[in-house]
């Protein structure tokens, strides 16, 4: 594995536990950790603090996370070319060279001898 890749996937695995614990640490309702701290009016963070902290750290873990996942996929995917290379040719084999086929039934004509010269 190349090395920007292992340092995109630790950076994932980070803001995805991160997202994870900013999520779970929400109530559905509104409590969650803000239930915790607005006791008084008078808290320095209270509770729309903290509901706005935490739907801001919800946005932006989530949207870090897609960020890296697509750097990670852009800066370590190999090239591909889109258009087709040509190859260098292949030298073919060379036909094993055979004796040319005779057939049984055709004969060459064969010589005459020469004449005998008349006497």
Known sequence: M??????????????SILLIIIIMAQNPKGG????TFGGTSSAQFGVQRTNDFM???TWTLGIVI???ILLSVILTAK?????????????????????PATNST??????????????
Do not use: D, N, Y
């Open 32 to 35: 969650g950790l803000s239930g």
């Open 79 to 99: 090239p591909v070319h889109t258009f087709q290379q040509t190859a260098p040719a292949k030298k073919e084999a060379p036909a094993p060279q055979t004796a």
């Open 2 to 15: 190349s090395t920007i890749f292992t340092l995109f996937m630790v950076l994932i695995m980070i803001a």
């Open 66 to 68: 897609v960020a890296l």
């Open 55 to 57: 739907e801001k750290a």
């Open 106 to 119: 055709t004969t060459a004509p064969a010589k005459e001898a020469p004449a005998a010269p008349a006497k």
